[in-house]
């Protein structure tokens, strides 16, 4: 896709995470709609996909010869399951029963709901990056030269299992992953800087031995040359970790700036101020 044809995903799938959470009264918009971008990017650019005949995406849960993304930060999961749907894993009218009685799609993504595109349960942080190191391995000694991707949260960092994850993968040459690290600032209970300040996650990252990047989150143009130089990076014996700069409920502008709408939903006209600003692109669920 051409980067206005992701921008233009990327409008819809902002649209979709506002009306999932509007609808059921619970969830987290602020984080979704902050990363957003480089889920689009990823899917609907980078990642190497499985796909029948007919070019439609197939779900293995092995993930054998395919690209792979773990959702580390699972309370994100509204953006998720929107992408998930317009790449076409299970109808996108499905997105409409988010957080009910009986939905595959739970606030936190969960495998024994046998929900497409879902290969474990997030939302615990800290234990994403682990998993993300395990399946790299895996891909490893199967000579499966595809890659694994990995997001978390700046918040997760605070997570002892992360810091285990960051020192295990150069020591063991763990060159198929790209992980990356939403750098909003902000958390459930306020901003990371009050919270547990995580200090220079570059130097820290850097001295375990990763290669690391930084970039716009919120720049689908910056977000696109980057994921190509992390590509470029990968086979070289390190790790690529990417701090990716963006705004806690980026696209809509009351939303931005603050912790406030990390675990909030809109009202009514909250909800239509919201959509307002965010263009129809793919049609509504």
Known sequence: MQTQELKNVASQVRRDILRQVHACQSGHPGGSLGCTDLLVGLYFNSMKLAQDANGKVVFNMSGAHEDVFY???????????SILARRGYFPVKELSTFRQLNSRLQGHPTPHEHLEGIRIASGSLGQGLSVSIGTAQAKKLS?????????????????????EAAMYAPHHQVDNLIAFIDENGQQIDGPTEKVM?????????????????????????????????????????????????????????????????????????????????LNETLGDY
């Not at 959702?71 to 399951?81: A, C, Q």
């Not at 499966?144 to 605070?158: A, F, H, I, K, R």
């Not at 992390?230 to 912790?259: N, R």
């Open 197 to 277: 300040s995580n200090r220079d996650l570059e130097a820290k990252y850097k001295a375990f031995g990763w290669i690391v990047l930084r970039m716009d989150g919120n720049n689908m143009d910056e977000v696109m040359t980057t994921l190509a130089h992390a590509k470029s990076l990968l086979g070289k014996g390190s790790p690529i970790m990417v701090l990716m700069k963006t705004e806690m409920g980026a696209g809509v502008d009351f939303m931005m700036g603050s912790h406030k709408w990390h675990g909030v939903a809109p009202n009514d006209q909250q909800l239509a101020d919201a959509l307002a600003q």
């Open 143 to 163: 000579n499966d030269p595809s890659t694994v991707y990995c997001l978390m949260g700046d918040g997760e960092q605070n997570e002892g299992q992360v810091w």
């Open 71 to 81: 959702l580390s930060n699972g309370h994100i999961s509204p953006l998720l399951y």
